[in-house]
């Protein structure tokens, strides 16, 4: 079993749609997660992080992270054509800065 | 802020020659440095982990001899692909972070490799 599971993808929805992106981990002692943006041929941008369990909004994203069910999950509302790109989960422990990626998935958002 | 460079962002080389990527940090001090490797529609691919002033940690499977990695400062960190062949062609991406930092990994924009 990989130390985190990311559905490849390709997801495609119409524009407005509501985006549910997320990925299963396996390792206990992950407790930052974050979600990265890559549009294609560039360097993944950092969208939001999560400390622990919870919830946390900014704008139209929302991340969520369950670490009973080690399950975490991305939500784009009122999604855009420029939302189009593959987004990766990634996470760590505590105390150090290596991350260990999902493969990332890609969303197609069609207008 | 925690803006990252790198330069060149795209390069051609002919097999047996050597590149250099350039990883900088525009705004910030790095204490941590990561070199990334990713293959179409895949992952990113960890290659490798550097601090300052210490001889960069390589990860199984990638060949230290092969991947030179130069951190040369707190906010410069070097990829030397020696004798590159068209195996090597790739997207090479670097990343920081800050020391303390919870955040996680600054990425730079990533430079494309292509060994003719």
């Known amino acids: 079993q990989k130390e985190v599971e990311q559905d490849p993808g390709p997801l495609s929805v119409p524009e407005g749609a509501i985006v549910s992106l997320n990925c299963t981990y396996s390792?206990?002692?992950?407790?930052?997660f974050m979600w990265y943006r890559q549009y294609s041929r560039k360097g993944p941008e950092l969208l939001m992080y999560?400390?622990?369990?919870g919830n946390k909004e900014d704008g139209r994203f929302t991340a969520q992270v369950d670490k009973s069910s080690k399950y975490i999950s991305l939500f784009i509302r009122d999604s855009q054509p420029s939302d189009s790109a593959t987004y990766l989960c990634?996470?760590?422990?505590?105390?150090?800065?290596?991350?260990?990626f999902g493969k990332g998935t890609m969303l197609l958002v069609s207008p | 802020g925690a803006v990252v460079s790198q330069h060149p962002s795209w390069v051609i080389c002919k097999s047996g020659t050597s590149v250099k990527i350039e990883c900088r940090s525009l705004?910030?001090?790095?204490?941590?440095m990561f070199w990334y490797r990713q293959f179409p529609k895949q992952s990113l691919m960890l290659m490798a982990t550097?601090?300052?002033?210490?001889?960069?940690?390589?990860e199984q499977g990638v060949e230290k001899d092969k991947f030179l990695i130069n951190h040369a400062s707190l906010t410069l960190s070097t990829l030397t692909v020696t004798s590159a062949h068209p195996e090597d062609s790739s997207f090479y991406i670097c990343?920081?972070?800050?020391?303390?930092?919870?955040?996680?990994?600054?990425f730079g924009p990533g430079t494309r490799l292509t060994v003719t």
């Open positions: 705004d910030f001090q790095a204490t941590t």
């Open positions: 990634a996470m760590r422990g505590s105390g150090y800065s290596t991350l260990t």
């Open positions: 999560t400390y622990s369990s």
């Open positions: 990343s920081m972070s800050i020391a303390g930092g919870v955040i996680g990994q600054y």
């Open positions: 550097s601090n300052e002033g210490s001889k960069a940690t390589y």
């Open positions: 390792n206990s002692a992950f407790q930052y």
